[in-house]
T-cell receptor, first 111, second 115 residues
Framework: QKEVEQNSGPLSVPEGAIASLNCTYS??????FFWYRQYSGKSPELIMF????GDKEDGRFTAQLNKASQYVSLLIRDSQPSDSATYLCAVSMDSSYKLIFGSGTRLLVRP | DVKVTQSSRYLVKRTGEKVFLECVQD?????MFWYRQDPGLGLRLIYF???????EKGDIPEGYSVSREKKERFSLILESASTNQTSMYLC??????????????FGPGTRLTVL
C-alpha cells in the first residue's frame, strides 16, 4: 500500500516565523511531489511541485526533497495569518495518472 | 488560468436517489478525476478518465459510476445514494499523464449530504 504521511497538527507558529511542514512517503518509485494549500471549505490549490533532490524556492515558499530519506518538506518564510490553512502533500509515480495524497497538516499562524 | 467548475456547491439528496455531479474544465486537459474528501481520511480517488469515453477505477469506486462523453465534461453518478456517501466531492483535471510536472487543478467542490 503506497502511503503518504503527514502530521495532522495543528502546527502553530507566530506571525513572521518560519513554518516547516513535513511529509514522508513509502514508495521509492515516487517521482514527483506536490504541495497544495486548502482553506477551510475550499478546494486544494497548488503551491508548488518538486522532482529533483534539493531545494526549490518560489517566493516565501521553499520545497525540499530528499529521496534517499523519502521525505519532502515545505518551508514558509515570514508566515502570515493568511497562510493559516491545511497543507496537503501529494506524490506521483512516473508515468502515472494518479496522485497519492497525505491527510494534510493544519497550520495556524498567530498574529 | 485553468478553470474547473462543478455544477453545484451544495446538494442535499435522499437515500436511494440517483445523483449526478457534473464537472467541466476549459483548458483542453486530457485527464479528469473525481475524489471525495472526508475528515481524517484525506482525498481518495473514486474514478479517473484519460480520454473521452475512457475511464479507470480509483481506490474507492464502489457505489459510483462515471461518464465522459466530451473531453471537457466528466460526470460522477451515484446510482442509489446512501448516507455513507455524504462527503465533499472534488473534481480535478490535468494536462497529460506521465509528465513529471503534470499538475492536477481542482474545482470548487460539491458538498453532498444524503439524508
Amino acid at each position: 500500500q503506497k502511503e503518504v504521511e503527514q502530521n495532522s497538527g495543528p502546527l502553530s507558529v507566530p506571525e513572521g516565523a518560519i513554518a516547516s511542514l513535513n511529509c514522508t512517503y513509502s514508495d521509492r518509485g515516487s517521482q514527483s511531489f506536490f504541495w497544495y494549500r486548502q482553506y477551510s471549505g475550499k478546494s486544494p490549490e497548488l503551491i508548488m511541485f518538486i522532482y529533483s533532490n534539493g531545494d526549490k524556492e518560489d517566493g516565501r515558499f521553499t520545497a525540499q526533497l530528499n529521496k534517499a530519506s523519502q521525505y519532502v518538506s515545505l518551508l514558509i518564510r515570514d508566515s502570515q495569518p493568511s497562510d493559516s490553512a491545511t497543507y496537503l502533500c501529494a506524490v506521483s509515480m512516473d508515468s502515472s495518472y494518479k496522485l497519492i495524497f497525505g491527510s494534510g497538516t493544519r497550520l495556524l499562524v498567530r498574529p | 488560468d485553468v478553470k474547473v467548475t462543478q455544477s453545484s456547491r451544495y446538494l442535499v439528496k435522499r437515500t436511494g436517489e440517483k445523483v449526478f455531479l457534473e464537472c467541466v474544465q476549459d483548458m483542453d486537459h486530457e485527464n479528469m478525476f473525481w475524489y471525495r474528501q472526508d475528515p481524517g481520511l484525506g482525498l481518495r480517488l473514486i474514478y479517473f478518465s484519460y480520454d473521452v469515453k475512457m475511464k479507470e477505477k480509483g481506490d474507492i469506486p464502489e457505489g459510483y459510476s462515471v461518464s465522459r462523453e466530451k473531453k471537457e465534461r466528466f460526470s460522477l453518478i451515484l446510482e442509489s445514494a446512501s448516507t455513507n456517501q455524504t462527503s465533499m466531492y472534488l473534481c480535478a483535471s490535468s494536462l497529460e499523464a506521465g509528465g513529471m510536472t503534470d499538475t492536477q487543478y481542482f474545482g470548487p467542490g460539491t458538498r453532498l449530504t444524503v439524508l
